[in-house]
């Protein structure tokens, strides 16, 4: 069993010092990965047959399917008009004459619904509540041209999205609906629940704050300067683009490994480009136009104006990303929780079901969603 540690409300507690490298280049931590550019990237999938094998350590299951849930494909429509995919997953024994607890889950950064995502809902769905996990648009199944467009404001609205779909089902208990957001979608359900009132329960796991990420890097590495570069160069694709070019893409996970692969870098390639985690039609790559966008993103402004809707942070003790969670952590208002994983990294938490707490969300939304 997997042990954890936790802090509520308002105690204080020293940060990790030292958590993970500096993002080098466009900071895009697109599928919260590397944020190098890749050269010579092209749109093409790997097929099944060429990817290597991952690290299926530690009870590594992406793809854990339950026969204990039922899983239906669906499609809604946000507020812009967009069609959004989604995979509703129901447990067998649920009574569909009363009224259930649901939960909204999203994928990290850059990724589908099929990456953690299902897995999370899945897992959830094996505890009783009806669980919705949503591909955000511009990635995966969903509506957006041009494709892996960075477009935040557009993302926390899918999740608002999958409130309405959830809400609608006659089997859901309308004031009973939580989210989580994995990856750059914790950053995500932070910025939809300042707005949403509907949704009752927040928790997120291995968070990445896309916007602060993308200004400073990790540990505040970068400078102005280095900020002032990357404007420079989204703005001059903008006119490449705009005059016809090519659409140019940066950041996420390296199509292959070289001597000089960050220790982020082969963290995420285990998951993204191998056999464990690989699947079809997903990039991680942003386009180079939009990534800029997160620098105007805040998710953590007015994080406290939640309250006294509960929310949970869940962060792996090693996880580069973890200083997210803590700050997050801190800024919050009342009711809320920091767990942290022992002998856990950031991806580690995107499948390693020997890992991953899930009674400990299990018993979140149990209580805070009635």
Same mark, same amino acid.
């Given at each position: 069993?997997?042990? %954890? ?53 530690? &009870? ?41 607890? /649901? ?21 959830? /769905?094996?505890?009783?509540?009806? !669980? ?21 404001? %557009?993302?926390?609205?899918? #999740? ?29 359900v932070i910025s939809a ?10 928790? !997120? ?6 916007? &602060? ?28 683009e705009f005059s016809g ?18 220790? %982020? ?11 464990? $985690? ?27 104006? %939640? ?5 949970? #942070? ?9 200083? #997210? ?7 919050? $208002? ?24 899930f009674d400990k969300l299990? /018993?979140? #939304? ?5």
């Open positions: 069993m997997t042990t %954890i540690s936790t802090r509520r409300g308002n105690r204080r507690w020293t940060k990790l010092a030292g958590t993970g490298a500096a993002l080098l280049g466009v900071l895009a931590t697109s599928a919260c990965g590397s944020a190098e550019s890749t050269p010579g990237w092209s749109s093409r999938t790997a097929e099944a047959t060429d990817l290597p094998a991952g690290d299926m350590s530690r &009870g590594a299951d992406n793809f854990y399917t339950s026969d204990r849930v039922t899983v239906e494909k669906v499609t809604f429509q946000n507020q812009y008009q967009m069609s959004v995919s989604g995979n509703l997953f129901v447990p067998d024994d649920l009574d569909r004459n009363t009224t259930n607890p /649901a939960v909204v889950v999203g994928h990290p950064m850059g990724a589908v619904k099929e990456q953690s995502a299902d897995l999370y809902a899945t897992k959830l /769905a094996e505890q009783g509540f009806v !669980t919705l996990s949503l591909d955000l648009s511009f990635w995966g199944e969903s509506d957006g041209d041009p494709r892996n467009l960075v477009a935040p404001d %557009i993302y926390a609205e899918d #999740f608002s999205a999958g409130v309405d779909y959830l809400r609608a089902q006659s089997f859901v208990d309308k004031e009973r609906v939580g989210a989580i957001g994995v990856c750059g979608s914790g950053s995500f629940a300042k707005i949403d009132p509907r949704i009752k329960a927040v928790a !997120t796991v291995s968070m990445y704050d896309m916007g &602060g990420v993308s200004r400073n890097g990790l540990n505040h590495s970068v400078t102005l300067e280095k900020r002032r570069d990357m404007l420079a160069k989204a703005a001059a694709q903008r006119d490449v070019g090519e659409t140019a893409y940066t950041g996420g996970t390296p199509e292959r490994l070289t001597d000089q692969s960050t220790a %982020i870098d082969r963290e995420f390639y285990d998951f993204y480009r191998t056999t464990r $985690g690989n699947s079809p039609g997903t990039t991680t790559h942003p386009t180079l136009s939009s990534n800029v966008r997160f620098m105007n993103f805040y998710p953590f402004a007015d994080i406290e104006t %939640i309250s006294p809707r509960p929310m949970l #942070f869940i962060a792996g003790e090693n996880a580069h990303s973890r200083e #997210f969670s803590e700050e997050a952590y801190r800024l919050a $208002g009342d009711r809320k929780e920091l767990v942290i994983v022992p002998d856990a990294g950031h991806v580690d938490l995107y499948d390693r079901t020997d890992l991953i707490p299990a /018993a979140f #939304f149990t209580e805070n969603l009635g």
